[in-house]
Every structure is written in structure tokens, then in C-alpha cells.
């Protein structure tokens, strides 16, 4: 079992930059998938992107050529490289680690962009 922590939230203004982090402590985070998902106040959470343990990575197309996930697994890190953004990337940001049919989720940082 793992447990991510994300940082990196803030406020920024439209076609700004953030860098989202999501530490995961506890073993084996080389097997795991490492994703993003986005979530608004009454809306479901939206998948945003997914890297495997081998680096391969998928993308929503709202987030396509904007935004790039990493992982080091050195440091039981992803990242969420945000450029480009846009007010209607506002949301909370959660990271999670898939591994089989089970997730663990972070607490989720909150990533707001003025228009």
C-alpha cells in the first residue's frame, strides 16, 4: 500500500505555469501507475494524466500539448507540468496510484487560474 501527498497548487493567471508535485510514501511505487485527476465543487473527477511504471504516458485531450506527467522513481515522485493554462483548468488536483483494481489517492491541491 501507498499514500501520495501532493504540493504545487496555487493561484495563477491564465497562460501561466505550475508544477504540481505528488510524493508517495510506502513500497513499490515503481509498479504502480501514477495519475492526475481534476475535480470541481458538484462534478465528478476527470482523468487528466497517467504515466506506467515504464514512462509511457496518456493525456486527456483537453490537456494535450499543455500539460506533462513524469516519474522519478528514485524519489517516489510524479509531476504535473501545467503550461498553457486556462480559467477552466480550475480544480482540484488529486494524484493516485493504481496498482491491479486498487487506487490510493492524495488529499488533492487546489489549482486555480484567473481569467
Known amino acids: 500500500q501507498v499514500r501520495p501527498a501532493e504540493s504545487g497548487g496555487g493561484l495563477v493567471q491564465a497562460g501561466g505555469s505550475l508544477r504540481l508535485s505528488c510524493v508517495t510514501s510506502?513500497?513499490?511505487?515503481?509498479?504502480?501507475?501514477m495519475g492526475w485527476y481534476g475535480q470541481n465543487p458538484g462534478k465528478e473527477r476527470e482523468f487528466v494524466a497517467a504515466?506506467?511504471?515504464?514512462?509511457?504516458?496518456n493525456y486527456a485531450d483537453s490537456v494535450k500539448g499543455r500539460f506533462t506527467i513524469s516519474r522519478d522513481n528514485a524519489k517516489n515522485t510524479v509531476y504535473l507540468e501545467m503550461n498553457s493554462l486556462k480559467p477552466e483548468d480550475t480544480a482540484v488536483y488529486y494524484c493516485?496510484?493504481?496498482?491491479?483494481?486498487?487506487?490510493?489517492w492524495g488529499q488533492g491541491t487546489q489549482v486555480t487560474v484567473s481569467s
Open positions: 510506502g513500497s513499490g511505487f515503481d509498479l504502480y501507475i
Open positions: 504515466v506506467t511504471s515504464t514512462g509511457e504516458a
Open positions: 493516485y496510484a493504481k496498482r491491479g483494481g486498487a487506487y490510493f
